[in-house]
């Protein structure tokens, strides 16, 4: 469990995003704290993608401020923000299908850092990039799969492999959006159980729909709806909390 009195890796205080009249972010205030998964569940449209790219550093928010590890990052972008430690995984892959695992891994790395390459047969020889890949994919449990085609691994794998190309930065902490998505029940098992894992080394903002994995990992709660939290707890806390069954658990028959 974590200690509530520790300092928080991420501190969000008051961010808001408009697009036009609507409010994605309403005011959210919200923290990651060390060795912890702090998921963050909402039903569709309630802005939980709006704050992860706010957080990230792809969106910039209104009003409001974001601290990584007791930095403002309000006005870093995104390749600064990672060099601090902040790792991401994406809604939608981001991996380059027709290259190999250990290719997305490497390319997936230099990307992050902001490094641009001009020979790739170079790239793939550098040591520095080789060995973090090799260490990474071993992570994941895909070292055997590093000479295959991106696009020939399961759906569950890629989604393994987009967690290793975000370890390769060293990660102090990160942020996933929706990992779970179109696993199956093992592949969530397996995911499940490596996020379980990973939060001792680097605590996980968790954006999931899979309220199995959900209540089963996250160490607290955040309900946002209409772009406001409504309420931050533990599974109990929040299966409990009768604002959210009527906002959102009670709709879906979740709790
Ligand atoms: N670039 C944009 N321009 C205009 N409206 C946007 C933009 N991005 C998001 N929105 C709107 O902001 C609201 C929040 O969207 P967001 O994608 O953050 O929700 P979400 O909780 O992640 O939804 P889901 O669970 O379906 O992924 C939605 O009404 C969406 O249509």
Known sequence: ???????????????????????????????????????LIGPN??????????????????????????RDVTDLDTVARARLGLGRTFQISSLAMEFTVLQNVVLGALGAQGRVFSFFRNVMKDKTLLEPARRALER????DEAQRRTADLSHGQ???????????LNPKLFLMDEPMAGLGASGSKVLTGFLDELRHEAPILLVEHDMDAVFALADRI???????????????????NPEVRRAYLGEEDAA
């Open 1 to 39: 469990m974590t200690d509530p009195h520790t300092n928080p890796v991420l501190k969000v205080e008051g961010i808001s995003k408009s697009f036009g009249a609507l409010k994605a972010s309403d005011n959210v205030s919200i923290d990651l704290r060390p060795g912890e998964i702090h998921a």
């Open 45 to 70: 449209g309630a802005g939980k993608s709006t704050l992860i790219k706010q957080i990230s550093g792809s969106l910039r928010p209104d009003t409001g401020r974001i601290e990584v590890l007791g």
């Open 140 to 143: 994941v449990g895909l070292q």
């Open 158 to 168: 890629r989604r393994q492999l987009e967690v290793a190309v975000a370890l390769t």
């Open 222 to 240: 955040s309900v946002l709806v209409y772009g406001a939290v409504i309420a931050t707890g533990t599974a109990d806390e929040i299966r409990a």
